[in-house]
């Protein structure tokens, strides 16, 4: 069975719908790339599955081991490359709690950069992940 549908909406723009549950994303060219960024970019959502896979996988892993990562964030950046036009690096910062241990932080990022998104991006992808811990 099929994970989603989409369609070209005109003007650099798709709409995909996930068959499951009927949300959808909207796409729109990023203004570099001669759209009007109002959306994100197909290499937006890229960049973002790769966080919230990350952090889909330490909520995985922090409940196993009881821990609540509730309301912990991050932030992604985007660097494309222009020959031939592609993702060239991603920078990943996430902010959890100071009150982690040090075994709790260190299967967490494991748990991390072991993603199913990290293990699947080309490895010409530079992976930047940073962890704070505030």
Known sequence: MSTAT???AGNLR???THLASGNTILTDAPVDN???GEAFSPTDLVCSAL???MMTIMGIVAARQDVDLTGVTWEVTKHMVAEPRRIGQIDLTFRLPATLSEKERASL???ARTCPVALSLNP???QEVRFLYE
Do not use: L
């Open 51 to 53: 966080g919230s896979c």
């Open 34 to 36: 001669h759209g009007r």
């Open 14 to 16: 798709t709409e995909a």
């Open 6 to 8: 989409a369609r070209y």
């Open 124 to 126: 010409e992808i530079r």
């Open 109 to 111: 990022e494991n748990a």
